[in-house]
C-alpha cells in the first residue's frame, strides 16, 4: 500500500497519530474511536517511510485476540514484519532465549495454573480450601505480584488498599502467598507473573542482555495503557533503557480492572514521564449513534471518570430507553420478548447482549430466553446450571426430595432448601469483597431466591415441585447454540460490540455493587456501566427491577448513575427510602458514612431513623428469643433490614405484613402473630 493510502482513510486526529512517528506519544482514544485503527496505520506508515525497520518495532497489547487482530491489520498494511505480542508472550520469548545463556540451566517450566502450588501451600498452613477459595487465593497473588507486592509485605499493604480474600486474616493470606513461592520453587516451576519478574530481573542485573534487547526493539507502541500494572510499567522502562520512542493509547474512563493491579495513572501521568510527550485526542465515535453517545457522555460528564468527550459520526437511532420492572423474573421477560420481536423483525440474534453487573445474574435471562426459544450464548461463564455450584446444589435438593427429609427448625420446605445450602457454605449473608468465593455465594442466593419465589407462587408447591423446576429450566436451558443472543458480565464485554444492548439489573445495590464501600470503587462500577453503554451501535436499552421476586414490595431504586439520564419525576428521592444500601452511605441523606457506628446503623449520626427504633429493639429482643427457643441463628429469623422495615411501616394486618421485604406466606404463618402483637 502507497503511503498516500495509508493516511488517506484516516480522520484528522487518526492522521495526526499517524504522522507523529517519533515519540514519545499519548494517545487518549474514546471508546468506539478507532485507536486500533490509528496505531497500525502509524506503526505502517513509519515501516512505509524507512523510520521504522519492522523487526525493530513492538507492539504489546494484553490478549492474544487483540495481539492476534493487530498483527492482521499490520500484515494488511504491509508490515508484516513486525512484533505484536502481549506482555507475557513478548516476556517469556525473551526470558527462554536469554535465561540459559545467563544461569547455564533450565528455564523453570512455566505453568498455567497456580492450583498444584496453592494447595500444598494452604496444607502448610494446616487450612482446607476449596476450589472457590483457591480461585481467589490465586487471583489476590497474582494480583500481589503485578503490583510488586512481595510476602512478607502483602499484610501491611493489603490492609491500606482493602485486599480481602474471603473470611482470611491479611496475614494468613501473607504465609500462604510465602509458602506458595517456596512449592513453586521446590517443584521448579514459575508462573505467568514469574515471566514478567524474571525477565525484568534479567534485564536490571545483566548489562549485556538489555543492551541486546535494547538493540532489537528500538520503537514500541502498547494499546491498552490504561490497564498497565506496576509490573507491566516496570518492564516496559527497561525494555525502553531511558528512551522515549513510545506510543501509548488507551481510555482511563475504561478502567475497570483495577481490582487486578491496572493503574490508570500510568496513562493520566505519561507526560510528566516522558517529557515531550505529544498528546492526541481521538474523539470521533463510529460506532454507536448520537443518542447512545450522548448517554455516555452524560454519564461521565463531570464525575472523577470523564475522559474525553465524543462526537458521534452515526445517523440518529432510536431513544436510548430506561426502564423499570416490578422484579426480576418480569424484567427477563420483557427483555426476552423484546429480543424475540426483533428476530422476527430480522435482526440477527448474534448481535444483541444482554449485559450485567454479575454472573448470577445470568439464570432468568436464560429462563426467559429460552422460554421465548431465542438460542443464547454465555459468555466468559458456563450456563447457570452448568456451574459446579450449582450442579451440586441440585443433586443435593433432589436427594433431600426423595429422602423426604425436614428442615432442622420443623418449618416449610423452603427453609429445608436453605439448610442444604447453608451446609454447602451459604448464609443469608454475602461474603466481603468480589472473587470466586462471592460468585459461588451469588449462585447458592439465587437458588435461595428462586425456591422463595416459587412457594409464594403457589402454596402447594414442595421441594419436590421445585427440583423438578430447576430440572426443567436446565433441560431446557442445555441445549447448545451455534449462534445467538450473548449473556455476559460487563467485565466480559469489554472490546466487544453489538446493534442492539440490553443493560439489565440497573439497581443500587447490583451497580454499584454492594461491596463498592469506597469512591474509588464506586467510579469503577460507574466506569463499567460506561463500558456497557459504549457497546452499543444502534440500540440501547436499559433497565432494572423494583424487587427480586414477583409479589415483593417495590423497594429497590434504580442504580444512582442513571439519575442525570431518567427524567426528574422518575429519579425517587433518597430521603425516607426504605432500601438500605450496603454501599457505605447514609440511607436517609445519601452522605458518605465514616465511622463504624454509622456503618452500622447505615446513617449519619445526625440523621434520624426513619424507623421507630424504640420498636426496632423491641423486634430485636424478642427475635433474639425467639432464634435461641428455636435452635436457629437469628438472621433466619428476619434479617435487620426486615426489622427495620416492620419497624418504618408497623403492620397491622397479615397482608400488610406480606409487604415487607424478607416475609413471606412461610414466615408469616410462623412469625407474624408475634410481630403483629408488638406492632399494635
Known amino acids: ?75 494488511a498494511l504491509g508490515a508484516g514484519g513486525v512484533q505484536a505480542r502481549t506482555f507475557h508472550s513478548a516476556a517469556l520469548r525473551q526470558l527462554r532465549y536469554f535465561w540459559p545463556h545467563v544461569h547455564g540451566t533450565e528455564l523453570p517450566q512455566l505453568t498455567d495454573s497456580k492450583f498444584p502450588m496453592l494447595g500444598p501451600a494452604v496444607r502448610r498452613q494446616r487450612m482446607n480450601a476449596d476450589q472457590a477459595l483457591l480461585r481467589d487465593l490465586a487471583s489476590e497473588i497474582e494480583w500481589a505480584k503485578v503490583s510488586n507486592v512481595r510476602p512478607d509485605d502483602y499484610p501491611r499493604i493489603a490492609a491500606a488498599r482493602g485486599r480481602s480474600v474471603a473470611t482470611l486474616d491479611a496475614e494468613v493470606v501473607g504465609r ?26 534479567l534485564l536490571a542485573e545483566d548489562e549485556r542482555v538489555a543492551a541486546q534487547v535494547r538493540r532489537q526493539y528500538k520503537w514500541f507502541t502498547v494499546d491498552e495503557f490504561q490497564d498497565v500494572s506496576p509490573l507491566q510499567s516496570a518492564l516496559l522502562d527497561l525494555w525502553l533503557g531511558g528512551r522515549h520512542e513510545i506510543c501509548v493509547v488507551g481510555d482511563p474512563a475504561q478502567t475497570i480492572y483495577s481490582f487486578a493491579g491496572a493503574d490508570a495513572n500510568y496513562l493520566r501521568d505519561f507526560p510528566s514521564r516522558h517529557p515531550g510527550t505529544t498528546s492526541v485526542e481521538l474523539v470521533r465515535n463510529y460506532r454507536s449513534t448520537p443518542q447512545v453517545v450522548s448517554a455516555a457522555n452524560t454519564l461521565l460528564a463531570g464525575t472523577p471518570s470523564q475522559g474525553v468527550r465524543l462526537l458521534a459520526q452515526r445517523e440518529a ?54 422460554d421465548h426459544k431465542v438460542p443464547y450464548l454465555v459468555r466468559g461463564a458456563g450456563r447457570f446450571f452448568e456451574r459446579p ?32 445450602l447453608t451446609g454447602m457454605g451459604w448464609s443469608a449473608d454475602p461474603p466481603t469483597g468480589r472473587g470466586q468465593t462471592r460468585d459461588r455465594w451469588e449462585s447458592w442466593q439465587s437458588l435461595a431466591a428462586q425456591a422463595e419465589g416459587f412457594a409464594q407462587a403457589d402454596d402447594a408447591h414442595d421441594l419436590g415441585a421445585f427440583v423438578d423446576d430447576l430440572d426443567r429450566r436446565a433441560s431446557e436451558q442445555h441445549a447448545p447454540s451455534v449462534g ?45 456501566l460506561y463500558v456497557g453503554m459504549t457497546r452499543a451501535r444502534r440500540e440501547l436499552v436499559c433497565s432494572w427491577a423494583q424487587a427480586r421476586n414477583p409479589g415483593q414490595a417495590a423497594r429497590r431504586r434504580p442504580s444512582r448513575f442513571l439519575t442525570p439520564l431518567l427524567p426528574a419525576e422518575a429519579v425517587p428521592k433518597p430521603a425516607g427510602s426504605s ?71 408497623k403492620p397491622q394486618t397479615p397482608a400488610a405484613l406480606l409487604e415487607i421485604n424478607g416475609i413471606g406466606p412461610e414466615k408469616l404463618a410462623k412469625y407474624g402473630d408475634d410481630v403483629l402483637e408488638l406492632t399494635g
Open 317 to 370: 437511532g432510536p431513544a436510548v430507553t430506561y426502564t423499570g420492572a416490578p422484579d426480576e423474573v418480569a424484567e427477563a421477560a420483557v427483555v426476552a420478548q423484546r429480543i424475540a420481536r426483533l428476530r422476527d423483525a430480522g435482526q440477527s440474534l448474534d448481535e444483541v447482549a444482554v449485559l450485567f453487573r454479575i454472573n448470577a445474574q445470568s439464570e432468568a435471562y436464560e429462563e426467559a430466553l429460552a
Open 1 to 75: 500500500m502507497s503511503q498516500p493510502d495509508l493516511l488517506a482513510a484516516l480522520d484528522p486526529e487518526q492522521r495526526e497519530v499517524a504522522e507523529t512517528l517519533r515519540g514519545p506519544v499519548r494517545v487518549l482514544a474514546g471508546a468506539g474511536t478507532g485507536k486500533t485503527r490509528a496505531i497500525t496505520h502509524r506503526i505502517a506508515h513509519g515501516v512505509a517511510t524507512g523510520v521504522y525497520a519492522p523487526t525493530e518495532v513492538l507492539a504489546v497489547t494484553f490478549t492474544t485476540r487483540a495481539a492476534g487482530e493487530m498483527r492482521a491489520r499490520l500484515g
Open 176 to 201: 500462604i502467598f510465602t509458602a506458595y513461592e517456596e512449592v513453586k520453587r521446590g517443584q521448579g516451576r514459575m508462573d505467568m507473573e514469574d515471566a514478567l519478574l524474571l525477565t525484568a530481573g
Open 484 to 528: 445467538g443472543v450473548t449473556l455476559a458480565t460487563f467485565h466480559a464485554a469489554k472490546g466487544l460490540e453489538y446493534d442492539v444492548v440490553f443493560l439489565v439489573g440497573l439497581q443500587d445495590g447490583t451497580l454499584p455493587i454492594t461491596y463498592a464501600d469506597t469512591p474509588q470503587a464506586v467510579e469503577e462500577e460507574r466506569r463499567l
Open 579 to 649: 432500601t438500605r444500601n450496603k454501599a457505605r452511605t447514609c440511607v436517609e441523606c445519601g452522605a458518605p458514612l465514616t465511622t463504624a457506628a454509622e456503618k452500622n446503623r447505615r446513617r449519619c449520626a445526625s440523621c434520624p431513623a426513619s424507623y421507630d427504633e424504640a420498636l426496632y429493639e423491641r423486634l430485636r429482643e424478642w427475635r433474639r428469643l425467639r432464634s435461641q427457643e428455636d435452635k436457629i441463628a437469628a438472621f433466619m429469623v428476619f434479617s435487620n433490614q426486615t426489622l427495620e422495615e416492620i419497624a418504618e411501616h
Open 389 to 420: 455450584e450449582v450442579r451440586e446444589a441440585v443433586t443435593r435438593l433432589r436427594g433431600a426430595a426423595r429422602s423426604g427429609a425436614t428442615p432442622a427448625e420443623g418449618d416449610g420446605w423452603v427453609d429445608l432448601v436453605r439448610d442444604v
